[in-house]
């Protein structure tokens, strides 16, 4: 019996490790570059995610652990379209690279 027990709590351990963190992001992208022009809805990055073009700052959390200098990065992410004005500017709540 104890054998039994201890076999079961091992398994759920063994469940409950291999949770895999991908699940906690709702999107993958890739980021292509950097946004040189000078306009109002311009600037920061180009995200391509779902086969649309994004741009975000370079204000977001976690932004130590991607290579920004070695474009493009495949990185997934949580996101919103950010509110006022610019329809092409998304809030970055998540994010990190795919290895």
């Known amino acids: ?3 039994l027990i201890f076999i079961v709590l091992t398994s759920l351990l063994l469940v409950s490790c291999s949770n895999d963190s991908d699940n906690d992001f709702n999107s993958e992208g890739l980021i292509t570059g950097i946004d040189l ?5 311009c600037g920061g ?11 975000f700052t370079d204000e977001f959390p976690n ?12 990185v997934k992410l949580n996101w ?3 509110s006022g004005g610019c329809d092409n500017f998304i809030t970055i709540s998540a994010i990190e690279p795919i290895n």
């Open 37 to 41: 022009r000078l306009c109002a809805c």
């Open 80 to 82: 919103e379209l950010k």
């Open 45 to 55: 990055y180009f995200i391509e995610i779902e086969d649309v073009v994004y741009n």
């Open 1 to 3: 019996m104890k054998n």
């Open 63 to 74: 932004k130590e652990s991607l290579d920004l200098e070695n474009l493009p990065l495949k």
